[in-house]
């Protein structure tokens, strides 16, 4: 079975600056997805980031990057340029690529608290 | 865009109730999924279902049933709802291609029972 781990339960940054969420996952596959979810307090869950683990590039939106290191089984999110809108809680989250019944299923971490300082 | 709804935000219920908590999606999605979040436990899946009539147990089903008769609603049923069943509620849905592997999800219903 696979496994996500946010080792941050928190974290705060101040405006305008980067900030690093890491997450590490282990599964015995070669091929999935892995995802940064964004959940603002008393809002929807939303999609930040999304990875294909056969893609080599890093995947990039705006200001939100990732840092995909498949061998160290590390998918760390980097915000740059942090605004006050981006405090929330940050999930990451594994997928198999292959379809059928659970491979559908998305296995979460337990979260990051980040907090934007003014 | 993509909509899942749910049918409400808030929900107090008294124990021993049966509770139904709604989810609605507009995308034709053939996946749909419930979470319960609680903190510090993340999200855990209640039940999920690929397809019409399809359901298949999650990491916590005890004291969930859930029902889909029609593609775009998948209802969680609390038989009799105890205290500890308080927690927020996530529906999701997902599409089978692999063009969009991501799960969208509702606003969430916060239940409380008393």
């Known amino acids: 079975a696979q496994t996500v781990t946010q080792s941050q339960p928190e974290m705060s940054v101040q405006e305008a600056e980067t900030v690093t969420l890491s997450c590490t996952y282990d599964?015995?596959?070669?091929?999935?997805?892995l995802f940064w979810y964004k959940q603002p307090p008393s809002r929807q869950m939303i999609l930040v980031i999304r990875?294909?683990?056969?893609?080599?590039q890093n995947a990039t939106e705006n200001r939100f990057s990732v840092n995909f290191q498949k061998a160290a089984k590390s998918f760390s999110l980097k915000i740059s340029d942090s605004q006050l809108g981006d405090a929330a809680m940050y999930f990451c989250?594994?997928?198999?690529?292959?379809?059928?019944?659970?491979?559908?299923?998305?296995?979460f971490g337990k979260g990051t608290l980040l907090t934007v300082n003014p | 865009d993509v909509k899942v709804t749910q049918s409400s935000r808030y929900l107090v219920k008294r124990t021993g109730e049966k509770v139904f908590l709604e989810c609605v999606q507009d995308?034709?999605?053939?996946?749909m999924f419930w979470y319960r979040q609680d903190p510090g436990l993340g999200l855990r899946l209640i039940y999920f279902?690929?397809?019409?009539?399809?359901?298949e147990k999650g990491d916590i089903p005890e004291g969930y049933s859930v029902s889909r008769e029609k593609k775009e609603r998948f209802s969680l049923i609390l038989e009799s709802a105890s205290t500890n069943q308080t927690s927020m509620y996530l529906c999701?849905?997902?599409?089978?291609?692999?063009?969009?592997?991501?799960?969208?999800f509702g606003p969430g219903t916060r239940l409380t029972v008393t």
């Open positions: 990875q294909e683990a056969y893609k080599q």
């Open positions: 999701a849905s997902s599409s089978h291609t692999p063009v969009e592997p991501q799960q969208y």
């Open positions: 995308m034709d999605h053939e996946n």
């Open positions: 279902s690929y397809d019409v009539k399809m359901k």
């Open positions: 599964t015995s596959e070669s091929d999935y997805y």
């Open positions: 989250a594994y997928r198999s690529l292959h379809s059928g019944g659970s491979n559908y299923k998305l296995t």
